[in-house]
């Protein structure tokens, strides 16, 4: 009987008709689909959740631009009051202030960029712009991302100066 049986799945008419298998393949095809939309559905999630933690740190910016302008020299190596120049102590104070907002987003950890524009004089804006990369995961399944590694995400806040005018002790 096992050889009659091994002659007639050798046969190619016998390998067309056989049916093993089928629902394995059936299952795989049917369970992949829900899997990318799961999967691409929670990219999508947590690529608005860093848009909004983003947002609140680019607010964080703007409200540290109209604090630390305005603060004593004496804090900031001497640095003219209201001078916000990228790169010096005032500007560096700013830029941790969106740092540590961006510390609840661990996708939003590379390429931390903040730019103020305006003064702290009279009641004229500051606008802070954050820029962060966002770290795409699952590769082949960041469709929100385009397929690729990184998203660049930029968000911007505009704050009007309130604050007071004050004199320091030596000025």
Request: charged share 15%.
């Amino acid at each position: 009987m096992s050889l009659a049986r091994l002659t007639y799945s050798a046969r190619p008419s016998a390998l067309l008709r056989c049916t093993n298998g089928s629902v394995f393949v059936e299952t795989l095809i049917a369970v992949l689909v829900p899997v990318i939309f799961f999967f691409s559905t929670w990219q999508l999630i947590d690529l608005f959740t860093a848009q909004l933690i983003l947002k609140h740190a680019a607010v964080s910016a703007a409200r540290a631009a109209i604090v630390v302008g305005a603060d004593d020299p004496r804090f900031y190596d001497g640095q003219a009051v209201n001078d916000l120049s990228k790169g010096g102590p005032r500007h560096r104070d700013v830029e941790r202030a969106a740092a540590l907002v961006l510390a609840a987003a661990p996708n939003l950890q590379t390429g931390l960029r903040v730019d103020i524009e305006g003064n702290a004089d009279g009641n004229s804006p500051i606008t802070a712009t954050v820029t962060s990369d966002y770290a795409c995961h699952g590769g082949w399944l960041s469709l929100a991302c385009g397929g690729g590694n990184y998203r660049r995400l930029t968000a911007q806040a505009t704050l009007p100066y309130q604050g007071a005018k004050y004199k320091y002790v030596g000025k």
